[in-house]
């Protein structure tokens, strides 16, 4: 990594909510976090790789893309360890890597879209408990104006939800803290339903 992305993690740092003062590479005084990626909308949240195939450290991830009608971040990613902090300055956010515990919020670099729908609406939708903390655009077309949607780097919290759309279906995500559930709208509203129903709701036809 250049010396200029190494320097941005000193600049006016604090951590990103999480009233933590502590060193880079110093022992924790909380708990890190796992980084997840959701590649496409209907796809398995992975744990992305801070390392190479050549093994060497990840030097940075990107959200979005570069062109017209696109817009790109870059994070660059410092320190060693398998567990990430996320440090915001002046100008950006950089991930710091240490040998910390988990904690029961994760990180996540989620792309929203799908693939080339004139018409389909690719985003976000309906999120709770997802802090964004840096947001890309990906589209579609040489001028970006046909679609397009966000691709974002997230703070997940315990019992987030939110749904994604790919070109013919949709899918819900929740983060449990521990791990990922993922299922379609037909199965959350039956699992609602049922929910309900166990709790003494709903009506006698």
Avoid at 21 to 36: D, H, I, P, Q, V
Avoid at 178 to 190: I, V
Wanted: overall charge negative; charged content about 25%.
């Amino acid at each position: 990594m250049s010396g200029d992305c190494r320097s941005i993690a000193a600049i006016h740092a604090h951590e990103i909510s999480f009233g933590i003062n502590s060193n880079l590479t110093g022992r924790k005084e909380e708990e890190a976090m796992k980084l997840y990626q959701i590649s496409s909308p209907g796809s398995s949240p992975a744990l992305m790789k801070l390392e190479t195939e050549e093994g060497q450290p990840v030097a940075h991830i990107a959200v979005g893309e570069r062109g017209r009608g696109r817009d790109e971040g870059i994070v660059p990613i410092i320190g060693e360890g398998p567990e990430v902090r996320a440090k915001e300055t002046d100008e950006g956010v950089v991930l710091v890597r240490g040998n910390w515990d988990n904690e029961d919020r994760c990180l996540a670099v989620i792309n929203a879209v799908g693939s080339y729908d004139r018409h389909r609406s690719y985003g976000i939708h309906d999120a709770q408990g997802l802090q964004t903390v840096l947001s890309g655009t990906i589209a579609f077309g040489d001028a970006g104006r046909t679609n397009s949607g966000a691709e974002v780097l997230a703070i997940v919290s315990p019992g987030a939800t939110f749904k994604l759309n790919s070109k013919y279906a949709s899918t819900w995500y929740t983060w449990t803290g521990t791990e990922w559930q993922t299922e379609s709208p037909e199965e959350r509203k039956a699992r609602l339903a049922l929910q309900k129903v166990e709790q003494g709701g709903g009506e006698w036809l």
